[in-house]
């Protein structure tokens, strides 16, 4: 019984950024608060506060006084910089780049729009941490797009600048666009910005190989991750034996064929270890059969 596990699979570099900032924090033996789960995979946070990390939310936050807090990779809104500027709070920045600069783009479009009826419009998901700090480059009044239902929300007689949550859709994105430019009205100007971390969208065509080449397909996420319930659904389409688990545990009651080829793939905040850990929790059951 070949198990094989997908080398592009696990953690974005960004994420890797953020627990390689945490774990030199950590071992310097000082209190270290994380503001939200520093990635979206349970067993990571767990290990992670083992090692001393206390993740807390935004309300915790801003009763902190005098304190570390790791910011996570998903960015941040200006008002957490005030807040930690306010309370005296050190903050170890581990937004990813590229978060940063599409913040920064969004601001920069708020600041120079031609007058306030132009609509900045992000194409993601409503109460994303990364979505959260978008939101706020705009002042809190930048319209955020699910998918084509959330059309209605736009005035196409007046500007839209659109952008997009850097782990999206690249086809969900372009979908946006044929509609938006469908819909505008003549005197309007419509401009949008592809603002998809191609890190992600190279995921997809790969991570489609990997469960094509599989007779069966064992995906590692945290259900709280986007990334990890879109590329699933990717898998699943091209290779409907395709399981979602979250640990080792979620392979119990599972109807594995143990004579084929089973492929074990990931989120990119699913760390390596734990897609190790699930093969090697299936090579047992094999060696126990």
Not at 34 to 44: F, P
Not at 104 to 111: S, T
Not at 165 to 178: A, M, P, Y
Not at 267 to 277: I, V
Request: proline residues 4%; contains cysteine.
């Amino acid at each position: 019984m070949p198990v094989s596990i997908d080398p592009n699979s696990g953690f974005c570099f960004g994420v890797v950024k953020a627990i390689r900032k945490a774990e030199e924090e950590l071992a310097t033996g000082e209190p270290l608060y994380c503001l939200g789960d520093i990635v979206h995979n349970g067993q990571e946070v767990e290990r992670l506060a083992a090692l001393g990390l206390v993740t807390i939310d935004h309300d915790e936050f801003a009763r902190l006084h005098d304190a570390k807090v790791l910011l996570r990779a998903h960015g941040e809104p200006p008002s957490t910089y005030e807040t930690a500027r306010r309370n005296r709070i050190t903050l170890i920045d581990a937004s990813c780049p590229v978060v940063l600069a599409l913040q920064k783009r969004i601001k920069k479009a708020y600041e120079s729009r031609p007058d306030d009826h132009a609509q900045i419009v992000i194409y993601g998901k409503k109460g994303h941490a990364e979505v959260n700090g978008l939101v706020g480059q705009t002042g809190d009044r930048a319209i955020v797009i699910e998918n084509e239902n959330d059309l209605d929300k736009l005035d196409y007689t007046h500007d839209i600048s659109l952008f997009s949550q850097t782990t999206k859709s690249l086809d969900g994105f372009n979908r946006i666009v044929e509609a938006i430019s469908s819909r505008i009205t003549p005197g309007a100007k419509f401009e949008y910005y592809d603002t998809i971390c191609r890190n992600v969208t190279k995921r997809i065509p790969n991570i489609l190989k990997f469960a094509r080449e599989n007779d069966m397909v064992v995906f590692v996420s945290g259900r709280k991750s986007s990334n990890g319930k879109e590329l699933y659904e990717h898998c699943r389409q091209v290779n409907p034996r395709t399981y979602f688990v979250t640990s080792p545990d979620d392979l119990d009651g599972l109807e594995l064929d143990l004579t084929q080829r089973i492929g074990i793939c990931g989120a990119t905040s699913t760390p390596a270890w734990l897609m190790e850990a699930v093969a090697e929790k299936i090579k047992g059951i094999n060696k126990k059969d």
